[in-house]
């Protein structure tokens, strides 16, 4: 536990520092660009289908007594802008991991090198084509699991639970690897990962419990109007972007001390 919680404070200290903050503004103008396009063009339809399917079905009657049940029932008018978001919450999050992981980590290796580990030798064992893979097929995996797993929704608790550790896998594979891209060597690598892989999946899933918050005040917005989508899906990735790299910056620092470690001949599996 002790290095993770070295890592968080060193990520912490480098979250506020200017170059971070100025590294989320690249990402969120192309998320903003992706997203304001998609949700200006295809917010209404997407509304209008969702409507069409549960009438359709009668699954109006069905989320409705669900609803009851829970004591939610003042949220079946707005069952359909619910699950509306919980369509778009994971591919926001999916878009905003894909831009940070592929984009934003290189950068935040470089900044974590400079500033911690100057004299740490660069042995290159991952590669952009690399990170693009595991980003990808860590996706697909995320997003076929997310889709699986929303009934759960009708139980915030444990949705939320599920959240982190879908988000905690997820972060674990693919920072993982792009945190030890540029420094580490292949072998090296999948040592660190085989050797600390419940430290990996702490941070990620902490990190998953970080990543809930957007989504619960995306959703939240939905209890007074649908006017607000836009405008809270835009603080929405923005909080994404600052969360996820938070995120990077933790594993960054974790991963490199993991791989100082290693070479000192100091590398210790998790107990």
């Not at 004591?71 to 778009?88: N, R, S």
């Not at 084509?129 to 699986?148: H, K, Y």
């Not at 540029?182 to 999948?190: C, K, P, T, Y």
């Not at 990620?204 to 995306?218: D, R």
Request: proline share 4%.
């Amino acid at each position: 536990m002790r290095p993770v919680a070295i890592a968080y404070g060193r990520a912490l200290r480098s979250q506020f520092s200017g170059r971070m903050l100025l590294l989320s503004i690249v990402p969120l103008l192309l998320s903003l660009a992706l997203w304001g396009g998609l949700l200006y063009a295809g917010m209404q339809p997407l509304l209008d289908w969702l409507h069409a399917v549960f009438a359709d079905y009668g699954l109006f009657e069905t989320s409705g007594s669900i609803l009851a049940t829970l004591g939610l029932g003042f949220l079946k008018t707005l069952v359909i802008p619910l699950v509306a978001m919980l369509v778009l919450l994971p591919l926001m999050i999916i878009t905003s991991l894909l831009f940070i992981g592929v984009g934003a980590m290189p950068a935040i290796a470089r900044h974590v090198s400079r500033v911690q580990f100057p004299t740490l030798e660069r042995k290159e064992g991952g590669s952009f084509m690399g990170s693009l893979g595991v980003n990808l097929s860590g996706i697909v995996v995320f997003a076929l699991l997310w889709l699986v797993t929303l009934p759960l929704y009708a139980l915030a608790p444990v949705a939320i639970v599920v959240q982190a550790v879908l988000w905690g896998w997820l972060t674990a594979r693919v920072m993982g690897y792009d945190a030890l891209a540029i420094h580490a060597s292949l072998e090296e690598r999948r040592t660190i990962v085989h050797a600390r892989k419940r430290s990996l999946l702490l941070i990620g899933t902490v990190s998953g419990l970080l990543g809930a918050l957007p989504g619960v005040a995306w959703i939240g917005g939905a209890l007074f109007s649908v006017v607000l989508f836009p405008f809270l899906a835009v603080l929405s990735i923005w909080l994404y972007l600052v969360i996820f790299i938070f995120t990077g910056l933790w594993f960054q620092y974790f991963c490199l001390q993991a791989l100082a470690d290693l070479r000192a001949g100091q590398v210790t599996k998790d107990a």
